[in-house]
């Protein structure tokens, strides 16, 4: 991917333009998306995707964890203020808060995370170095760092199936 291409756009821009999600978690988003959505306008809210992303976790997404994943995603959550979101952004943001808070989640049953894909690791590689000398954000380059940082990488010969992150 081009890095200068991600100039100017937020975090939320970025997760749903360029996370790739496998049919099974996209069926997961979906009917999770569809069960919280305002009837009014299709979309969810700040309050109804917190309820959205406690499903797909199967657990409750703390105050501190929500504070986190508002911090990386650039979002401002007062009383006054409404941000909404479509199916992509949501798609986007449960993708990384699975990779950013898979452990907070996880049991001693619970299967493993799924792993880095190839491509993203070769995406990810020396990502400083691939940074220095682009004009991005702030935002933009630690949410960046934290998908690098995230998830889990793929033993040889694995293939990964749920999330792709270029």
Do not use: C
């Amino acid at each position: 991917m081009e890095l200068s291409l991600l100039n100017g756009i937020s975090p939320i821009e970025y997760l749903s333009r360029y996370v790739s999600v496998s049919n099974s978690r996209r069926l997961l988003y979906d009917k999770v998306f569809v069960r919280h959505r305002s009837l009014k306008d299709g979309l969810l809210n700040d309050e109804s995707i917190i309820l959205a992303l406690n499903e797909v976790f199967g657990g409750i997404l703390g105050e501190e964890l929500q504070s986190h994943l508002w911090t990386t995603l650039g979002v401002t959550i007062k009383p006054h203020l409404v941000s909404t979101f479509n199916f992509k952004q949501f798609s986007g943001i449960a993708a990384l808060a699975e990779r950013m808070f898979s452990s907070e989640f996880s049991t001693s049953n619970s299967p493993l995370p799924e792993p880095k894909s190839e491509i993203e690791i070769a995406d990810f590689d020396r990502l400083l170095s691939k940074l220095e000398g682009v004009k991005l954000n702030t935002l933009m380059k630690e949410l960046l760092l934290v998908i690098k940082e995230s998830g889990h990488f793929l033993p040889d010969g694995a293939k990964s199936r749920d999330v792709y992150v270029q």
